[in-house]
């Protein structure tokens, strides 16, 4: 399945959320952005919030996270990112070494997968998981891997039957699988269409900003996005 734009946006342009932009009105700009729990300040406040959604694994997650053994359960390593409109929680996901299927020779896995309910309908999901996906091909993985007892949900974001196995909890689990191989190709192709032409018309627009120091600041996001893709 190709990336859609919306969740190109939201993981390649994010930075540039950074900056003070009330003195121009961007079309279908909102409040939304992506933040990752262990590089956040505010995680007993979101902690907070995750313990409020009406879902028993969520309270699960957070006592994990007040416990200090999120990753140590979880394989060793793992990163927690939630989607949020302003101060409000939308979504939100793990990226792991390991999820309730323990199974060593597949890794990573995408779990805790959760969207408020105000918030469905909307794919808002979709941006969690293309965030988790890109964020596990960089780190060289070439499959990730999804749990669920769901049928036909994370097959809308080209995911792939693999097998039913046991969890952990002795509950039998539908195993999916995505092919990041094919998921940088796309994103490839979105850079060439989109992210270029965009780092060229931010440059310019902020090159006069009537703000030096903003105008600075985009200069050195995009000299840092660019020195990425080389």
Known sequence: AA???????????RPFSVLNLNKTKFRGMTNMNIINFFENEHQAMLMEKISQCDWSAARFLVELLQKGTFRETL???????LLMDGENLVSFATSSGQ???RDESLTPWIGFVYTA??????????????????QAANRGYSKIYIATDHVGLYEK??????????????????????????????????EEKYLLPSLELVETVFTEHSDAEEGKLVRRLVEEIRRRRV
């Open 75 to 81: 394989g060793g390593w793992g990163e927690l990112y």
């Open 3 to 13: 990336m859609d734009e919306s969740c190109f946006a939201a993981v390649f342009l």
């Open 157 to 190: 974001y080209g995911y792939v039957y693999q097998e039913n196995r046991i969890d952990c909890w002795g509950s039998d689990q539908r195993v999916l699988y995505k092919n990041l191989e094919v998921k940088m190709r796309s994103i490839k192709s979105m």
């Open 117 to 134: 309910p105000e918030y469905r309908g909307h794919r808002h999901a979709g941006k969690i998981l293309t965030h988790a996906e890109v």
């Open 99 to 101: 999820d309730a299927v």
